[in-house]
């Protein structure tokens, strides 16, 4: 069965602190590996497409890696800002209608 | 581009009474998604359109639910005989092709009394 699964469940960080949240996942096949971002009450917000292994993106304070079991989403130098839920969705290759299938998400709080 | 609308943003029921919630997608978007997302927990896949056509629902959308996409453009989920089970953000989101990102509304807020 495809499963995401992210750690930690809950990250507080002093401001200018830099750690990593992962997520893994079990799918067949991968089609891609999104992140997302959300504020409460908020609809999540579009960060990141990784397709293979290998790929990295980047914006401003955020670094997405992805290898074959897992991704990181790397923050850099956090700020208070930052602080939002952050969400891993992918969509598995078995899939003829792109649903995505999302982790229970790390939720980020950054002090300053 | 406008982004995705949903309405209302908020809706407070009693339990056993019908309620419908709108999405307005990406105006050049064909695909269409319902998501369920309950407190602590990442979205659920509810269903999924084509233009105008339902092509996946999950086991998760019991006979209470229907959802339409009339002509292809905004869509409705309607919950029936709603229960306490079924508080939760109902999100839509839409996307231009499968692999491409889906962007997401702000979400409906369910409350049942």
């Known amino acids: 069965e495809d499963q995401v699964t992210q750690s930690p469940e809950a990250l507080r960080l002093q401001e200018g602190e830099s750690s990593s949240l992962n997520c893994s996942y079990t799918v067949s096949g991968l089609r891609g590996l999104f992140w997302y971002r959300q504020d409460p009450g908020k609809g999540p917000e579009f960060l990141f497409t990784l397709y293979s292994a290998g790929e990295e993106k980047e914006k401003e304070r955020l670094k997405a890696t992805l290898t074959k079991k897992e991704s990181f989403l790397h923050i850099t130098a956090p700020k208070p800002e930052d602080s939002a839920t952050y969400l891993c969705?992918?969509?598995?290759?078995?899939?003829?209608?792109?649903?995505?299938?999302f982790g229970q998400g790390t939720t980020l709080q950054v002090k300053p | 581009d406008t982004g995705v609308s949903q309405d209302p943003r908020h809706k407070i029921t009693k339990r056993g009474q019908n309620v419908t919630f709108r999405c307005d997608p990406i105006s050049e978007h064909n695909r269409l998604y319902w998501y369920r997302q309950t407190l602590g927990q990442g979205p659920e896949f509810l269903t999924y359109?084509?233009?105008?056509?339902?092509?996946?629902k999950s086991r998760l959308l019991s006979d209470r639910f229907s959802a339409e996409r009339p002509k292809g453009s905004f869509s409705t989920l309607e919950i029936q005989r709603t229960e306490q089970g079924d508080s939760a953000m109902y999100l839509c989101?839409?996307?231009?092709?499968?692999?491409?990102?889906?962007?997401f509304g702000d979400g409906t807020r369910l409350s049942i009394l």
């Open positions: 969705a992918v969509i598995s290759g078995s899939s003829n209608t792109g649903k995505l299938i």
């Open positions: 989101a839409s996307s231009p092709n499968k692999d491409q990102p889906q962007h």
């Open positions: 359109f084509q233009n105008e056509a339902q092509l996946e």
